[in-house]
């Protein structure tokens, strides 16, 4: 199997005409993640995967001396193989840091921080770490320029960063009810960086902003909604007001069912809701229900038919999916979650296949 041609070329117009539910000449497809050894298939040499050319910030909090974004001449050859329309980098955790024995700083990973002291003992997020995220912008841009490849970037794990690496799971969602100010402070901590973050993006200018916090499980949120908005929504509105005011396309992400929180995101100028996580979500409710006040991202499982499937199966899946969510725009093509070394090639090359062919309107 090889991967077929498609029509039209990346340009991030068409991406930006489906976040906005506007005509386009097909759907466009989307992936945040495309693990390193796709990525070295398609390229013929090594060159990292889509969010990292070396450490994988994908799997948790990385030395940001450890790691750095693909390479975006590579991600750009990528996009032109695969009809991507556009390339992001990613700053997805809050780096909350700690001072060592020797005078170096480390990021927080070990969930360690139990209370307001531990907190408070803690370096907070600076000016610095929002500068040294610039220069990969500006090199993203730089080398998107002449090309018609838009530049995003990947940010904004306000909830995650907390009960995944400083807190803890446990621990966080006892101190909601045992201990709200330790939660909130934190909160609020992270938030004026991500707000401060986010005005220096929108000035640097960019295509689009994709801001990711796990919200929730396959059931619903993890936490009662009318306290989770208590203490998440009105921050993160605050986060992404500058993006909003200035009209620049905003695409979150969250796994789990997320029903809870939709129009609320669409009411703080959320564009595009992804990944759909197909173990919570049927996503013809969604086209449904929102469909015409949001644009769909993702909900081609990972699991089946990607790793476990046939290209066959792969193929219908797709065309169910464009059958259901095509229709009246609005609707852009993705894994239920990333594009994982475990998936059969043959399935990735279905599975782009069955995009560029069932996805033009």
Known sequence: MVLESYIGKPDRKRLIAAFNREPVDRVPNLEVL???KHV?????????????????????????????PMFP?????????IGQ????????WTPFKRMKPDGSKVLVSDRSVKNKKDFRSLIPPSEEDIKRNLVYLDEY????????????ILF??????????VVGMNDFMINVYEDRDFIEEMFEVSTEYWIKFVKAIVTE???????????AFKTGLFIPPKLFKEIWEERYRRILEPAANANIPIIFHSDGRIDDMVEDLIEMGINCITPLDPYGIDYHSYKKRFGSKVCLHGNIDIEWPLTNGTPEDVDANVKAHMDALKPGYGYVCGSSHSLINTIPWENIVAFFNAIHKYGVY
């Open 34 to 36: 495309i693990e390193d």
């Open 40 to 68: 070295e298939r398609m390229l013929g040499r090594y060159a990292g995967n889509t969010l990292a050319y070396w450490g994988d910030p994908a799997k948790g909090v990385v030395d940001p001396d450890k790691v750095r």
């Open 73 to 81: 001449k590579d991600y750009i050859e990528l996009c032109e193989i």
């Open 85 to 92: 329309d556009v390339i992001l980098f990613e700053q997805i």
């Open 141 to 152: 841009k730089e080398a998107a320029k002449g090309t018609n490849i838009g530049v995003g």
């Open 156 to 165: 904004g794990a306000l909830l995650t960063t907390l009960y995944e690496f």
């Open 205 to 215: 200018g960019l295509d689009f902003l994709w801001p990711g916090d796990d919200i």
